[in-house]
């Protein structure tokens, strides 16, 4: 398995500016994903973020919206831009530090006023 | 289009009795499943996992049953206890998907002392 960290745990924030979401993973890990639960919703994905190479996004994702950083094989960054109150959810980070089995970060819980 | 489904949203058990979660799935690439369990302010927690070349595993009070034909998973919990109370999700991955995870809905399990 692996530990996950994710700051901040929760913030408010105002319309129209943004707020960088970090995961930082107790070891090395190729495989690093980011996850929405928006309320009441299961998890989306909205884009694979492997070190050494641009991040993948989902559709209906784009990094203009969502830029992430993957600087190294132990730490993340999500950037939520230009916010709106549509952006009101929990943001998750998860990684595979095996074969298949993902394991999630506590999340960040975002709302947007 | 869902590909993975959690037809009911809820479920309310006794302690100390089976809880049955149900899944089901369309995408036939999918050929790995995983059950999360969520409490709230929590990321999910890894459960337990099954391969498409089995149709049963176990582990402690929990098993997941595969039917492939069907396209259909369940999780069996036994004996069901209070702290079981949380949401679960399933989830599913094909080989040629980069271990991206699809989730179902979320079922909300209550056990009752």
């Known amino acids: 398995s692996a530990v996950i960290s994710q700051k901040p745990s929760r913030d408010i924030c105002q319309r129209g500016t943004s707020l960088t979401i970090q995961c930082q993973v107790d070891?090395?890990?190729?495989?690093m994903f980011w996850y929405r639960q928006q309320p009441g919703q299961s998890l989306t994905l909205i884009a694979t973020?492997?070190?050494?190479?641009?991040?993948?996004?989902e559709s209906g994702f784009v990094i203009d919206k969502f830029p992430i950083s993957r600087p190294n094989l132990t730490f993340s960054t999500l950037t939520v831009s230009n916010m709106s109150p549509e952006d009101s959810s929990i943001y998750l980070c998860?990684?595979?530090?095996?074969?298949?089995?993902?394991?999630f970060g506590p999340g960040t819980r975002l709302t947007v006023t | 289009d869902q590909q993975v489904k959690q037809n009911s949203p809820s479920l309310s058990v006794q302690e100390g009795r089976i809880s049955i979660l149900n899944c089901d799935y369309t995408?036939?690439?999918?050929?790995?499943f995983l059950w999360y369990k969520k409490y709230p302010a929590e990321g999910p927690t890894f459960l337990i996992s099954?391969?498409?070349?089995?149709d049963k595993n176990e582990d402690g009070r929990f098993t997941v049953f595969l039917n492939k034909s069907a396209k259909h998973l369940s999780l069996h919990i036994v004996p069901s206890q209070p702290g079981d109370s949380a949401v679960y999700f399933c989830?599913?991955?094909?080989?040629?998907?980069?271990?991206?995870?699809?989730f179902g809905g979320g079922t909300r399990l209550m056990v009752k002392p």
């Open positions: 995408n036939s690439m999918f050929d790995y």
């Open positions: 973020a492997n070190q050494g190479s641009e991040a993948t996004y």
């Open positions: 989830a599913a991955s094909a080989y040629n998907a980069g271990n991206m995870l699809t």
């Open positions: 099954i391969s498409s070349i089995k």
């Open positions: 998860s990684v595979v530090p095996g074969s298949y089995e993902q394991y």
């Open positions: 070891s090395q890990v190729t495989m």
